[in-house]
């Protein structure tokens, strides 16, 4: 059964950091495209970051600069490192991944989400 569980959310003032983290099961996911989505309050989930399968990044124009995606093959782990926060960063943060079932379909798989919230 694949599962994505985040970690690491939290309260931090703006120009803070934090580390989000995805612990992945089920399967070996290092090959496969790691993404995180946000979700402010009262918008639309939106992509945030994402980490292919051959190494290679993107990035939503908000963020770029300032949040970097990584992963931890041994761990099974994929990371979200936030720098340089702003309010307008408040949101759930999600991780999320498309993977291929037994019988051939592909199914999206999300994170239960953890919390980030930019204050003072």
């Known amino acids: 059964q694949v599962q994505l569980v985040e970690s690491g959310g939290g309260l931090v003032q703006p120009g803070g950091s934090l580390r989000l983290s995805c612990a992945a099961s089920?399967?070996?996911?290092?090959?496969?495209?790691m993404h995180w989505y946000r979700q402010p309050p009262g918008k639309q989930r939106g992509m945030v970051a994402i980490?292919?399968?051959?190494?290679?990044?993107n990035y939503a124009d908000s963020v770029k600069g300032r949040f970097t995606i990584s992963r931890d093959n041994a761990n099974n782990t994929v990371y979200l490192q936030m720098n340089s926060l702003k309010p307008e960063d408040t949101a759930v943060y999600y991780c999320?991944?498309?993977?291929?079932?037994?019988?051939?379909?592909?199914?999206?798989?999300w994170g239960q989400g953890t919390q980030v919230t930019v204050s003072s």
């Open positions: 980490l292919t399968k051959d190494g290679s990044t």
């Open positions: 089920g399967r070996d996911f290092s090959f496969y495209t």
């Open positions: 999320y991944v498309v993977a291929r079932s037994p019988s051939g379909d592909y199914s999206p798989y």
